[in-house]
Each structure stands twice: as C-alpha cells, then as structure tokens.
C-alpha cells in the first residue's frame, strides 16, 4: 500500500497572540494535510525554535513588523541558515517597496491578513506545488520593477579586443588555444579575462558565458 503522504508543517511567527491562535485553528481546519508545529512571536523565536531539528518547517508563516528581530532581518537570517524553508509573508504592510522588497529577498508569497481562509490554504498548497504564490497583481509589479531596474543599468563598455576573448571563451578552446588565435601571449589573455571578470561581475568562465548568452554577445 502506498505510504501517506506527511502534512505539511508549518510556523506561524507574528508578535499577536490572539492572530496566532487563530491562525492555527484556521490551517488545523484545513484538513490532515497541514499542522503546526510552534509559534514565536518575533524572528528572535523563530531562531530558539529552529534549533530543534523535529520543528523545522515546510512553510514559515512570517509576519513583518515584530518587536525584536523583524520579518525582513527573519528572512535575512533564514536565508544563510535555512534557505530550504519557503516564506509565506501574511502581514498588513502597505508600502507596495516593503512587499516587493521581502519576494526578491526569497519570499515565496504574500497575503494581507484580512484575505479569506480559502485564500491562505491556495497559497500554502501552490508554494508547496509551484515554489511560490504570487497574485496577478504582485507578478505585474515584479515584472514591472525588474523593467524599471534593468532600464536603469549601463552595460559596461568593452574593447574590440575584450569582446573577442569573451567569444571565443564561450568555446571549448582553452585559455593557452585563445592566446594562440589570437597572436597573444597566455599573460595577457590572463589579464584581459581578469579584466572582464571585474568588470562583469563573473567569478569563473560560466559566469562570462552567462553574460555573453543573455546579452546577446553570443547565441546558442
């Protein structure tokens, strides 16, 4: 017989205690398939909790403005400690900046505290199918601000001479064959890759044949 499958589990940290109660009763209602694990009321919390191994979550329910250590520092925190948990933001921010701010820093979705239960329970099981939960509305914005951002960056200029090394690197030729095509010695490769290194922001030749590939400098 096939094994069941295990509820999702979830943490709720929000510095109200009557929301918080609520808010497990709600997701309990929701069928064998969710449970709660614990509460904090603040990132502090959220913190001590983790240190238990058995309460690490599927889904952390965050809410932004905590006394202590907030939602956004939370975040930041879960981040380089527990990048595996998905973080539903359900919060009563406003500030439309604050909301895009904590999806690009790895939220998976938010919700306004006042939506319906039915809309909590089709944020918890697209995050747990998808990855992620954004509304028509917050996929527009995102879309939208990443125009506005990209609109905004200066590709850096390259030289006639750096823009050849950083083809012929999208190749299979090695560095020493690159010098070689081009009547140069491998120090000087050396010098011009280190260049486009700094300039690009690459830390490696993938990173060089990213940019190359999304900046049309080379095609597939």
């Known amino acids: 017989m096939p094994q069941p499958l295990s509820p999702v589990k979830i943490i709720i940290a929000d510095d109200h205690n009557l929301f918080r109660k609520g808010l497990r009763n709600i997701i309990h209602s929701m069928g064998d398939g969710y449970t709660v694990v614990a509460e904090a009321s603040d990132g502090d919390g959220v913190i001590d909790l983790l240190q238990n191994k058995e309460l690490v979550p599927d889904i952390m329910i ?18 380089n400690h527990f990048p595996g ?21 790895g939220a998976k979705g938010y919700l306004s505290k006042d939506v319906e239960t039915t ?26 601000d990443l125009q506005k951002s990209n609109s905004k960056f200066q590709q850096p200029e390259l030289s006639e001479r750096e823009t050849a090394i950083l083809k012929l690197a999208c190749t299979e030729l090695t560095y020493k064959q690159i010098a070689d095509q081009l009547f140069l010695s491998i120090k000087t490769v050396d010098t011009y890759r280190d260049a486009l290194f700094k300039k690009l922001g690459a ?8 940019y190359a590939i999304r900046n049309g400098i080379v095609q597939l």
Request: aromatic fraction near 6%.
């Open 119 to 144: 809309d909590l329970k089709r944020a918890i099981d697209a995050i747990m199918e998808r990855g992620y939960y954004y509304t028509d509305f917050l996929t527009g914005r995102l879309v939208h």
């Open 203 to 210: 830390t490696s030749r993938v990173g060089l044949v990213i």
């Open 85 to 105: 948990i998905k973080v539903l933001v359900v919060s009563m921010i406003e500030r439309e900046e604050t909301i895009l701010r904590v999806l690009k820093m």
């Open 62 to 79: 965050l809410d932004i403005h905590m006394p202590g250590k907030d939602g956004i520092e939370t975040i930041q925190w879960m981040n």
